[in-house]
């Protein structure tokens, strides 16, 4: 099963409360009104209605239990949850990425819940303490026009896109995307901070070209051929390929820095969690179970060719046959960078200003 809707990622998660998220919250606050002693599960969500909801349905279908969804950018979402600690409206929280995830972790938000469901994720991506869980992955991968690009020219370290031949030719999301905040926290955590602010600064100066907040317009741009490259989440180039116009589909991948003694991809995730006084507890621990059956792990890896995390699960085929993966899992193909998840949270707002440092806007 395919869409091409595709989550829009909006406004980077960062420590401090802006102005701008209170009128949300309180419209999120109007809507869970009401509801908590009711028979539902209210699910808050910074990921978009199309691939969340189809495995809602699902639960509720399944369960019987009515689910009150409210969609929202993580910013207004994480200050509701904190606000009405300890008595919270909202039972669960999914998230983009991990860091809005560890934020909440951090001001002790977010309820621990262990059950032999959640263990079958494996332990990186996962809270140490079992505050939240991943339930989807995907990686860092450079999309890139073949018509522009020859296969022998393909990048294939992060250090290869500082080659002049590249100037003005690569595409990016700016800093309002929660992914590239993402990684570079990762690169700070793996690298340092002088050689990650060095990379950017070499970006930079090979004028790379800063789009939007959205990896949508990255690809999109890259497969019409205004861009040689894209610096995008992986299932990106799969949703390209799966545009209706053949003009635009002739676009490849790689992944970067794949070699033993390289650095490795960032493989981060989508992730879960119950909040803190969750009114429906119950339901809100058979959702998190739900979300790592297999049928709904097959529906992620379905509807928007991420990485199932459940080891009985395989990755979509396009996305294995993309770098030969012999293996069912493309976890097992992938050379990942080496950091741990649950430290990004904490590194969010040092992220943002070292990209506001280099003006990465």
């Known amino acids: 099963m395919f869409t091409h809707a595709l989550i829009r990622i909006r406004k980077v998660f960062i420590v401090l409360i802006f102005t701008t998220a209170m009128s949300t919250i309180g419209g999120i606050s109007q809507v869970c009104a009401g509801v908590k002693d ?111 690009v020859k296969e022998a020219d393909v990048p294939r370290k992060l250090a290869d896109l500082f080659d002049p031949k590249w100037k003005g030719k690569i595409a990016a999301t700016n800093a309002g995307n929660e992914s590239i905040v993402a990684w570079v926290s990762a690169l700070r955590l793996k690298l340092g901070e002088e050689k990650t602010k060095d990379i950017l600064l070499q970006l930079k ?27 995008i989440n992986h299932y990106y180039y799969h949703l390209q390929k799966h545009e209706t116009d053949p003009a635009i589909t002739n676009v ?3 992944y970067l820095d794949q070699g033993p003694d390289e650095q490795g991809e960032l493989v981060n995730v989508a992730g879960a969690a119950i909040v803190k006084g969750a009114p429906h507890l119950s339901h809100a621990q058979k959702f998190m179970d739900f979300l790592v059956s297999t049928q709904v792990q097959k529906l992620f890896a379905e509807v928007n060719f991420e990485y199932p995390l459940v080891a ?33 949270g904490s590194m969010v707002e040092e992220t943002t200003r070292l990209l506001d440092e280099v003006q990465w806007n």
């Not at 494996?122 to 018509?147: C, E, L």
Request: charge should be negative.
């Open 38 to 148: 009711e028979a539902v599960l209210v699910i808050l969500s910074a990921r978009k209605e199309p691939l969340v909801q189809p495995v809602i349905d699902l639960f509720q279908e399944q369960t019987g239990i009515k689910v009150v969804l409210k969609s929202g950018q993580s910013p207004a979402l994480s200050q509701q949850i904190l606000q009405e600690l300890p008595h919270s409206s909202a039972d669960i929280f999914l998230a983009k990425e991990v860091g809005a995830l560890e934020y909440l972790r951090l001001k002790d938000a977010l309820e621990v819940y262990q059950s032999e469901a959640t263990k079958q994720i494996p332990p990186q991506f996962t809270a140490s303490d079992g505050t939240w869980i991943g339930v989807s992955g995907r990686a860092r991968a450079i999309i890139y026009n073949k018509d522009l």
């Open 205 to 231: 100066a090979n004028d790379i070209r800063l789009l939007s907040d959205s990896h949508t317009d990255v690809r999109k741009a890259v497969g019409r051929g205004e861009y040689s490259l894209g610096l």
């Open 252 to 254: 490849g991948i790689v």
């Open 312 to 344: 009985a699960v395989e990755t979509h085929p396009e996305v294995l046959e993309s770098v030969s993966c012999r293996s069912a899992s493309m976890l097992d193909c992938l050379h990942k960078m080496d950091v741990d998840l649950d430290k990004l």
